[in-house]
């Protein structure tokens, strides 16, 4: 039965308005030196600027002149290769529009042969410069990414090295030259009872006795500056007790962490209460200052406070910078509240890390 005339497809008008929703640009080309265009889509002037007529039969250019020079021979190459095994080919390549800019676009196309029995190429040219440029941008952002994560364990591990060294010196300090101190003051002790015992002038063994136990007070506070072994020893809570009450200002303790915290995270809040209170020593005229440690959660916060003149401000000396440092290196972070004349509020926060618990730096 034949078919009626309302139901033959209408090949020609479906291909033209496939030529033209399409969101690329249908071509078919010669199989020659420069694939001249037998038919070019009207959607190649929005992707390289020149209208579709410029191309077909090469009238005005050839499709491969505006290809980017740099990309010309592997299209080639690559169409080649393709039109060779029969299979399909779809490249990613760059296109120099009609005012100099970059376009990249995708080429997909396969053999085919035209009503005249010729060889010919039957492709779609997209345009896919967002997509790149998305793609190019993610790929930047991911490697700047990656260099801040390097850059930041590199940090860490320089301070873990430093109060590693800092840790051995203090020891070398207590049972070396302390030590054989020590054992000098007992012996010259001994010497002035003697002295004494026979009735003699002992006044200059005295005199150098307490010259030297003077001495091993200042290498004892030295030793301490340099780590203080209670840190290590006992944890952070006891270092805060002993520190708050070597200080020359009356200090308030208030302190609520049970746990031993890895040894980087302990020393970053140590030596900010250690900063602190000697800021507030030295610059605030406080009358006093309280000193607060609370573990909540996943964080653990540290907070000083004098009644001091405020306007603290790091970047004049290395104190608070150093401080900063110190706390982003474990992925703590530093607030300092100094408004003049309403005292000095130094407020630090680190991620609980229990001893023993591997380090991540920036993980809160
Ligand atoms: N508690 C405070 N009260 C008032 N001013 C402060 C206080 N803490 C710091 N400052 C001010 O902020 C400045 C910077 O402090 P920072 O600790 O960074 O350096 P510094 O104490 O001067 O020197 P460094 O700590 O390097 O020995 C100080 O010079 C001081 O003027
Ligand atoms: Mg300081």
Redesign the pocket.
Known sequence: MPIPPSVVPDVEGFLRSLLRNVPGAVYRSEVDDEFAMQLMGDEIERITGHPASDFAGNARRSFHSVVHPDDRDRVQRETRAALESGEAFALEYRIVTATGGVRWVLDRGLRAVDALGRECVDGIIFDITARRSAEEARRRSEAEAARVGELEAARARIIAAADDARRHIERDLHDGAQQSLVAVALTLRLAERRLEAAQLDASMVAAARAELEAALGELRELARGIHPAILSDRGLAEALRALAGRAPLPVELECDLAERLDPAVEAALYFCAS??L???A?????TRVAVRLHASGPTVALE?E?D????????????????DDRLSAVGGALE?D?AAGR??R?HARVPRRPAGAPNTPGAT
Do not use: F, Q, W, Y
């Open positions: 900063e602190a000697t800021n507030a030295r610059h605030a005229r406080a000083v004098d001091g003149v405020g306007g603290a401000a790091p970047g004049t000396g290395s104190g608070l910078r150093g401080l300092i100094s005292g000095t130094v």
